[in-house]
């Protein structure tokens, strides 16, 4: 088949104009995308150019196409509103760009990208539109892929967050929901995670001859591993006989033998485990690398200096036994380390030093309503209130009154 001519070769006879039209063709005929001129003025605005490459794109021959309106490549998918908006920007003399389904020869479908110009005459009449296709589908197949891989991600996050804040409910009912009857003895508490699920757990257990343990202990960390072992270690130290809890060094000894690091474990932990025996007003407690236990009396706080290695990380650590003496209206705290090493916005800790200061200001308040003030005073140093670690605060007052 001859070349096919340009619908403007008839009236052109200069010859280095003819030639600039024929290597315009050849620039045309090789261009990888569709390139279509369709008569602005005929009816229903027929094809009466197309290069090569449209024919590539499309599978239409120059014979199928020629004198047919370009909507013959639409099909079932084609979304009709778009077809409106390539419709109307014809009729406003105005470009338009565009992606829309259209149909190859063989009736598979692809994505076209599709631009439109009109083109004017001297006089500014439209009388001619060049549209250029281009086949976007793979761009369009990987934003689909894309687009369902993110929704596959959202669904995941989704049941991921029911299922942490799930677990975070397991954790926070292990914590005492009922603190046990105890004579001129009042508990409270407050337990602060940084995320969901907390390393932390804390607790108080009724022992015999009027006795009662609590302790607190931090998971190294933070999230889903240290919560799992945090958890454990409340079911396990919930199932040990009451015989072994009131020895606070068989029990500290007991658990650094099951949970040695070197074993199935990769968290070591610190701990607090106390024994008070209102009967003789005494407190026995074995610290394994644990922030200091705070007594306060008065206007004035102490820390209770006490050593010891962490849980899990040596064989034999050798705990040692400490008691105190204590009277009518002291209190006495445990706390995680998140309580005094939250920073603030310059790298400042909120400290010791403070937290004693603040457990001191909020005495004339009660118990709980002191760790509450305590806890919001270390928070305002955090950004957002969001702290860093998490954050227990356990406190035991000697006597009901609030003063």
Same mark, same amino acid.
């Given at each position: 088949?001859?070349?096919?001519?340009?619908?403007?070769?008839?009236?052109?006879?200069?010859?280095?104009?003819?030639?600039?039209?024929?290597?315009?063709?050849?620039?045309?005929?090789?261009?990888?995308?569709?390139?279509?001129?369709?008569?602005?003025?005929?009816?229903?605005?027929?094809?009466?150019?197309?290069?090569?490459?449209?024919?590539?794109?499309?599978?239409?021959?120059?014979?199928?196409?020629?004198?047919?309106?370009?909507?013959?490549?639409?099909?079932?998918?084609?979304?009709?509103?778009?077809?409106?908006?390539?419709?109307?920007?014809?009729?406003?003399?105005?470009?338009?760009?565009?992606?829309?389904?259209?149909?190859?020869?063989?009736?598979?479908?692809?994505?076209?990208?599709?631009?439109?110009?009109?083109?004017?005459?001297?006089?500014?009449?439209?009388?001619?539109?060049?549209?250029?296709?281009?086949?976007?589908?793979?761009?369009?197949?990987?934003?689909?892929? =894309? !687009?369902?891989? +993110?929704?596959?991600? *959202?669904?995941?996050? %989704?049941?991921?967050?029911?299922?942490?804040? /799930? @677990? &975070?409910?397991?954790?926070?009912?292990?914590?005492?929901?009922?603190?046990?009857?105890?004579?001129?003895?009042?508990?409270?508490?407050?337990?602060?995670?940084?995320?969901?699920?907390?390393?932390?757990?804390?607790?108080? =257990? !009724?022992?015999? +001859?009027?006795?009662? *343990?609590?302790?607190? %202990?931090?998971?190294?960390?933070?999230?889903? /591993? @240290? &919560?799992?072992?945090?958890?454990?270690?409340?079911?396990?130290?919930?199932?040990?006989?009451?015989?072994?809890?009131?020895?606070?060094?068989?029990?500290?000894?007991?658990?650094?033998?099951?949970?040695?690091?070197?074993?199935?474990?990769?968290?070591?932990?610190?701990?607090?485990?106390?024994?008070?025996?209102?009967?003789?007003?005494?407190?026995?407690?074995?610290?394994?690398?644990?922030?200091?236990?705070?007594?306060?009396?008065?206007?004035?706080?102490?820390?209770?200096?006490?050593?010891?290695?962490?849980?899990?990380?040596?064989?034999?650590?050798?705990?040692?036994?400490?008691?105190?003496?204590?009277?009518?209206?002291?209190?006495?705290?445990?706390?995680?380390?998140?309580?005094?090493?939250?920073?603030?916005?310059?790298?400042?800790?909120?400290?010791?030093?403070?937290?004693?200061?603040?457990?001191?200001?909020?005495?004339?308040?009660?118990?709980?309503?002191?760790?509450?003030?305590?806890?919001?005073?270390?928070?305002?140093?955090?950004?957002?209130?969001?702290?860093?670690?998490?954050?227990?605060?356990?406190?035991?007052?000697?006597?009901?009154?609030?003063?």
């Amino acid at each position: 088949m001859p070349p096919q001519k340009h619908p403007l070769h008839s009236v052109l006879n200069d010859k280095d104009v003819m030639e600039q039209l024929l290597l315009k063709d050849r620039a045309f005929d090789a261009a990888a995308e569709g390139i279509t001129i369709a008569d602005a003025l005929a009816k229903d605005r027929p094809l009466i150019y197309i290069n090569e490459g449209f024919s590539r794109l499309t599978g239409y021959s120059v014979e199928e196409t020629l004198g047919s309106n370009c909507r013959f490549l639409q099909g079932p998918e084609t979304d009709p509103d778009t077809v409106r908006e390539i419709r109307t920007a014809i009729e406003e003399d105005r470009n338009c760009e565009v992606e829309l389904m259209n149909y190859h020869k063989d009736g598979t479908p692809f994505w076209n990208r599709l631009s439109i110009t009109p083109i004017r005459d001297a006089s500014g009449t439209t009388t001619h539109l060049i549209g250029v296709q281009s086949d976007v589908s793979r761009r369009h197949l990987a934003e689909q892929r =894309l !687009t369902e891989s +993110n929704a596959d991600l *959202a669904a995941a996050n %989704l049941r991921m967050k029911k299922e942490l804040m /799930a @677990a &975070a409910k397991i954790q926070q009912d292990l914590l005492p929901t009922s603190i046990p009857q105890l004579d001129d003895i009042e508990v409270a508490w407050a337990f602060r995670p940084c995320d969901e699920l907390a390393g932390d757990i804390l607790d108080v =257990l !009724t022992l015999k +001859n009027n006795q009662f *343990a609590f302790y607190l %202990l931090d998971v190294c960390g933070h999230g889903v /591993a @240290a &919560a799992l072992l945090s958890t454990a270690l409340s079911c396990w130290l919930s199932r040990m006989p009451k015989e072994l809890r009131q020895d606070p060094v068989a029990t500290v000894e007991q658990l650094n033998q099951s949970f040695q690091m070197y074993r199935d474990f990769s968290k070591f932990f610190t701990c607090c485990y106390a024994v008070m025996n209102p009967d003789n007003h005494t407190l026995q407690f074995v610290s394994a690398g644990h922030p200091p236990p705070i007594l306060v009396r008065d206007n004035e706080a102490v820390e209770i200096k006490s050593t010891g290695f962490p849980v899990g990380i040596v064989p034999d650590p050798n705990y040692h036994l400490q008691e105190i003496s204590y009277q009518e209206g002291d209190r006495i705290y445990l706390y995680s380390d998140g309580a005094i090493e939250q920073k603030d916005s310059n790298g400042k800790m909120f400290g010791m030093e403070r937290l004693m200061e603040e457990l001191v200001r909020h005495r004339p308040i009660t118990l709980q309503e002191s760790i509450d003030e305590t806890l919001q005073a270390v928070l305002q140093m955090a950004s957002n209130n969001k702290n860093d670690d998490d954050i227990s605060i356990l406190g035991i007052q000697i006597g009901n009154d609030s003063c």
